[in-house]
């Protein structure tokens, strides 16, 4: 079983992809400020489960990731996006 494992590891080696850098969708488009009542560009950045995207999957910078955070959950208080799946 060991011999096995270690061909999965050398095959998984060789089958390495070439990573594209993610980019900021807020960077590239120059907002400043997230705001909490756009509704579309927020239901982007929301599994359907209702979960936020992280920043390794959604390319998102530090700052405007902690923006996101914030104008996702205040958008949840007001009820303009549910916090979970129905």
Same mark, same amino acid.
């Given at each position: 079983m060991?011999?096995?494992?270690? /061909? ?6 060789k %089958? ?6 993610? #980019?900021?969708?807020? $960077? =590239?488009d120059?907002?400043?400020f997230?705001?909490?009542k756009d509704?579309? /560009?927020l239901?982007n950045?929301?599994?359907? %489960?209702?979960k936020?995207?992280?920043?390794? #999957?959604?390319?998102? $910078? =530090? ?11 205040r ?10 799946a129905e």
């Amino acid at each position: 079983m060991a011999v096995n494992t270690s /061909r999965k590891k050398a095959t998984a080696r060789k %089958r390495r992809r070439f990573l594209r850098k993610k #980019i900021c969708r807020f $960077c =590239a488009d120059k907002v400043t400020f997230i705001d909490y009542k756009d509704i579309r /560009r927020l239901r982007n950045l929301v599994t359907e %489960r209702g979960k936020i995207i992280p920043r390794r #999957i959604s390319g998102n $910078c =530090a700052g405007h990731q902690r923006q996101l955070t914030v104008a996702i959950k205040r958008s949840r208080h007001i009820a303009l996006i549910p916090f979970t799946a129905e």
